[in-house]
């Protein structure tokens, strides 16, 4: 996990990026696809002025300098951008971005993350997710880093066609246990491969556990790095066989099954062969429709303010101090 300052450290840490692009490719010929962890670009700033003047355009400079390398190489890339200018730079903050740029050099995706870590992370979020066709026609997705704790985003990337989802992160202990289970629970649950590449490391802050990691659709590891510094790992993934399984996979199909629910017992009833489609979930029904009234209600069983007195944030509203009567009448604090 790089410790940068300035646009002039950026810059010759892009050129060490670019680098490694064209050392990795000599030394695995047949690789289509590298995928760099988040923040391996401008590293964490937690200077927040230092955050705003290196935050990139897309294009600009260094996607320039990305794309030179994948075109040189031959090579499919997926690289970090923390962060990207947000459209009334500077009056709001960044985006977290991710880009996919072809073996050609041009950028066909750019993601920005949805879900940033709060509250630590300051970035502004983003609203979509994208499916685009990757090298050898493989239908990829790009999420990044927090967006993975959550299932909604697994399922609509693969919804939309996903074959193969990447999660860039720069994630750190102590849930190395918790995300290492994600990426295979989601692998195993959508049927889709997943990619993740995670910062390790220390950068005097949080120390990063690694494991980057190449996941089967049927949620088996294919490869798996350890905590080491600037770890490859190296998978073959087979496009023919994800489409296979998808198309005649039966218990384990559930993309499938999630929209035909029931279909066994509903043709053994007479009520057609092809189950029910229908939504049963009345809280995704009340959140697309009210999403206000879905957060109110996400607010009766959590909080209603973004911070907490008991382990406040600086520069965050609702941070009052608690007495000490009212910690111990809660009982459930956790003790940091």
């Avoid at 075109?71 to 951008?81: D, Q, Y």
């Avoid at 489409?243 to 066994?264: E, M």
């Avoid at 029904?285 to 973004?306: D, G, M, S």
Wanted: aromatic share 8%.
């Amino acid at each position: 996990m790089p410790r940068l300052h300035t646009r002039e450290e950026v810059m010759a840490n892009v050129d060490r990026i670019c680098e490694l692009v064209e050392g990795t490719k000599a030394g695995l010929p047949g690789m289509d696809l590298i995928v760099f962890p988040e923040y391996s670009t401008q590293g964490i700033m937690y200077d927040k002025q230092e955050m705003m003047d290196t935050a990139v355009t897309i294009p600009g400079p260094e996607t320039e300098k990305f794309s030179a390398a994948c075109k040189k190489s031959k090579v499919w890339g997926v690289f970090s951008l923390t962060g990207e200018r947000h459209e009334m730079h500077p009056q709001k903050s960044p985006y977290n971005t991710l880009v996919l740029i072809n073996d050609k050099g041009e950028i066909v995706q750019k993601y920005r993350k949805i879900l940033p870590w709060c509250p630590i992370e300051g970035w502004y979020p983003g609203d979509c997710t994208y499916v685009t066709e990757g090298p050898k026609g493989i239908k990829m997705s790009l999420i990044i880093c927090d967006d993975g704790n959550y299932p909604e985003i697994w399922r609509d990337c693969t919804m939309k066609g996903a074959e193969l989802i990447v999660r860039c992160q720069g994630y750190m202990y102590p849930a190395k246990e918790q995300q290492i289970m994600v990426a295979k629970c989601m692998a195993w649950m959508n049927n889709v491969y997943v990619a993740v590449a995670n910062a390790s490391g220390h950068d005097g802050v949080y120390c990063y556990f690694g494991h980057s990691a190449i996941i089967g659709n049927d949620g088996r590891s294919l490869g798996e790095c350890g905590t080491e510094h600037d770890g490859v790992q190296y998978a073959q993934v087979s496009i023919s066989g994800i489409r296979d399984a998808r198309k005649n996979d039966q218990s384990q199909n559930h993309l499938f099954k999630l929209l035909h629910r029931g279909y066994t017992g509903m043709y053994a009833s007479g009520d057609g062969d092809k189950g029910t489609p229908n939504c049963p979930f009345t809280f995704y029904k009340t959140w697309v429709e009210t999403p206000h009234l879905a957060a109110e209600q996400v607010e009766q069983i959590t909080r209603p303010t973004i911070n907490v007195p008991c382990c406040p944030v600086p520069g965050l509203p609702g941070a009052e101090k608690s007495t000490a009567n009212e910690m111990v009448l809660d009982g459930h604090h956790d003790l940091a």
